[in-house]
């Protein structure tokens, strides 16, 4: 499956190579003869970035500069592939950026740590199942909440936080309880972490949801984070009224000043519930959104939800006004699909293990046009997300 060409800042072509990719630095030249650079800037910011990509050099510098505005990439959280699964030792964890206009993946800097992270992904006692690795975007960032360390035991207890605009990492706070098994999700620039479990089953912790406000808002807390030179802490909201959720590794996806969430992957039987965010309340989940709620589940721009249906391999969406879900393209891929990222009018949906990504463009008319990206070699990518394109 190929994508037709598209001007479309967001998604571009299929990806054909897979290298690091950097520009030279040749001599300066003015962006448009006759004008100075920034009034120049401001003319090329209305073009599209796929093609002053293929104009010139300073323009293609220009697109990846932090004064203009940022275009989306894909980012992904791989794994060495082919690692046997009788093996019981931890992953180091790599990551990734695809960009959609020069369709080329680069890897990102390692996170601040030393040793780097390794997680457990690949256990004997799980032959049918991985160890989680959970993820979220958020405000931005790419943040990885939560993962399995070589004792079974939560192996971060400070979120790890990447900035495409700086390029860099940071630590977020610390969890008030670091998890594993849990719910995570973003909504309105904040970060959610609901139920789990730590060292050990606790109905204290399974029962708990934590925020990190990632938002710049006048909060006396940010503030006095702020001056204390320390990132703001969580803050543990009103408790759900059971730990049922606890028993597998969820996205909990924002939708219109919500959270929604089901307490098992896939296709089993479930149980859901939505977390109002500004009243801080929980109630159970609308019928036919649970109903319907049979497989890996984002949010687009907060305001539509996108699933896939891992029996039938259909990728749906929710509407809220009949609650019920309608279907938007279907593809054998989709069957037994890991996860799904929204964002810039595309789907993105991580299929086969963890070695194919299938776009689809759900902005355009019907039917919906699909093409699939090819991961990284020699790699398994186990999350994959949307946000700004790298800075260079």
Not at 138 to 153: C, N, R, S
Not at 155 to 183: E, K, M, V, Y
Request: glycine residues 8%; neutral net charge; hydrophobic residues 40%.
């Amino acid at each position: 499956m190929t994508n037709p060409k598209s001007s479309d800042p967001e998604f571009s072509a299929r990806s054909t190579a897979i290298k690091l990719s950097h520009h030279g630095g040749d001599h300066h030249q003015s962006l448009l003869p006759g004008l100075p650079d920034d009034i120049a800037q401001l003319c090329l910011s209305l073009v599209s970035p796929s093609i002053l990509y293929s104009v010139c050099r300073s323009w293609r510098r220009l697109i990846y500069s932090a004064s203009f505005p940022a275009y989306l990439s894909l980012y992904a959280v791989v794994l060495p592939d082919g690692q046997s699964q009788l093996e019981a030792t931890p992953d180091p964890v790599d990551f990734y950026s695809f960009d959609p206009i020069s369709r080329l993946w680069s890897s990102l800097p390692p996170p601040p740590s030393d040793p780097p992270p390794r997680f457990l992904f690949r256990h004997p006692a799980f032959i049918r199942r991985n160890l989680p690795i959970q993820s979220v975007s958020a405000a931005g960032k790419l943040i990885v909440l939560a993962a399995t360390d070589d004792q079974f035991l939560p192996a971060l207890s400070h979120p790890l936080l990447f900035d495409p605009l700086s390029g860099s990492w940071s630590r977020g706070p610390q969890l008030a309880a670091p998890r594993r098994w849990c719910a995570v999700g973003s909504a309105g620039g904040a970060v959610y972490v609901a139920s789990g479990m730590g060292a050990g089953y606790s109905c204290d912790v399974a029962r708990t949801i934590e925020r990190w406000n990632l938002e710049s808002i006048p909060d006396p807390d940010l503030a006095a984070a702020r001056r204390r030179r320390t990132p703001p802490a969580w803050r543990r909201m009103t408790d759900m009224k059971d730990g049922k959720f606890s028993r597998d590794a969820i996205e909990a996806v924002g939708w219109r000043g919500r959270l929604c969430m089901v307490n098992v992957k896939g296709t089993a039987a479930k149980e859901g519930v939505v977390y109002d965010l500004a009243r801080d309340c929980w109630r159970e989940m609308p019928a036919g959104m649970l109903a319907g709620w049979r497989g890996p589940a984002a949010g687009l721009d907060e305001e539509t939800i996108y699933l896939v249906d891992e029996g039938r391999g259909v990728l749906r969406r929710y509407d809220g006004d009949r609650d019920s879900w309608e279907d938007v393209a279907g593809c054998g891929l989709f069957r037994g699909a890991q996860q799904v990222a929204a964002g810039g009018g595309r789907v993105c949906v991580l299929c086969a293990d963890g070695t194919r990504i299938v776009v689809v463009d759900v902005a355009s008319p019907p039917p919906a046009r699909m093409w699939v990206e090819e991961v990284p070699p020699g790699v398994q990518v186990v999350g994959i997300h949307i946000m700004p394109r790298l800075v260079r």
